[in-house]
């Protein structure tokens, strides 16, 4: 299940590593809960119809939209309460308007365009490795993910696969900075292969890691 947010026009200067303030408020309007697990079974997007102030700030002077997307309908049903008794943002944003999208049906195959980069990383001792659209290791990490989230969701991942479409030209990486820490994601659509339910899980809870903080968010 997905649920699209429009905003208000903000009243102050967004900077350009907001997403650690989406992040506080999604858990503001959540309450007590325990999703800062390793394995997020959610998704949230950036926000859209940004203008760069010279480089400077973002402003968003028609408003803005921005999406949630989980696997657990609860969620998103905890989320809409949140909203109603505070529907403030961040930068003097507010919701004003929901909209629910319940999960499509994919078939078992779909190409996804991202809406957030797609980060793809491990911890090799103590070193945090980050992995691009063109490692030769990076699909067969980004399955290993997506199978360990659905293990954790329940459900049966034998056949499943995801991979960056090679077909795609125009794939960058982009630096992104959450809580002072450089991440470098990628901008190129994925393929998700298995069943059904699979390709449906991946629109819910993203791809990649740390779909918790605004990375790898599907179309």
């Known amino acids: 299940m997905r649920i699209y947010l429009k905003l208000t026009a903000n009243k102050q200067a967004c900077p350009f590593n907001y997403q650690q303030n989406l992040v506080g408020v999604l858990h503001k309007w959540l309450g007590k809960n325990t999703l800062h697990d390793y394995?997020?079974?959610?998704?949230?997007?950036?926000?859209?119809?940004?203008?760069?102030?010279?480089?400077?700030?973002?402003?968003?002077?028609?408003?803005?939209?921005?999406?949630?997307s989980s696997h657990n309908n609860d969620l998103i049903k905890k989320l809409i309460?949140?909203?109603?008794?505070?529907?403030?943002?961040?930068?003097?944003?507010?919701?004003?308007?929901m909209a629910i999208k319940q999960t499509p049906d994919f078939g078992e195959s779909m190409i996804f365009p991202v809406a957030t980069p797609v980060l793809v990383q491990r911890t090799v001792g103590r070193e945090k490795i980050q992995y691009g659209f063109d490692d030769p290791k990076v699909d067969e990490?980004?399955?290993?993910?997506?199978?360990?989230?659905?293990?954790?969701?329940?459900?049966?991942?034998?056949?499943?696969?995801?991979?960056?479409?090679?077909?795609?030209?125009?794939?960058?990486?982009?630096?992104?900075?959450?809580?002072?820490?450089?991440?470098?994601?990628?901008?190129?659509?994925?393929?998700?292969?298995?069943?059904?339910?699979?390709?449906?899980?991946a629109w819910d809870v993203g791809i990649g890691n740390s779909t918790g903080i605004g990375f790898g968010a599907l179309k």
């Open 141 to 201: 990490l980004l399955t290993e993910t997506f199978k360990n989230k659905m293990k954790k969701a329940g459900l049966k991942s034998e056949g499943v696969s995801v991979r960056f479409d090679k077909n795609y030209d125009r794939p960058i990486r982009k630096k992104i900075t959450y809580k002072g820490i450089g991440n470098k994601g990628s901008i190129c659509p994925v393929v998700v292969e298995g069943n059904k339910e699979a390709v449906a899980f």
């Open 39 to 68: 394995l997020s079974l959610y998704s949230l997007s950036w926000l859209s119809a940004g203008r760069n102030i010279e480089n400077r700030y973002l402003n968003f002077p028609n408003g803005a939209t921005w999406f949630v």
């Open 81 to 97: 309460k949140g909203i109603q008794t505070d529907p403030d943002v961040a930068f003097g944003m507010q919701v004003i308007e």
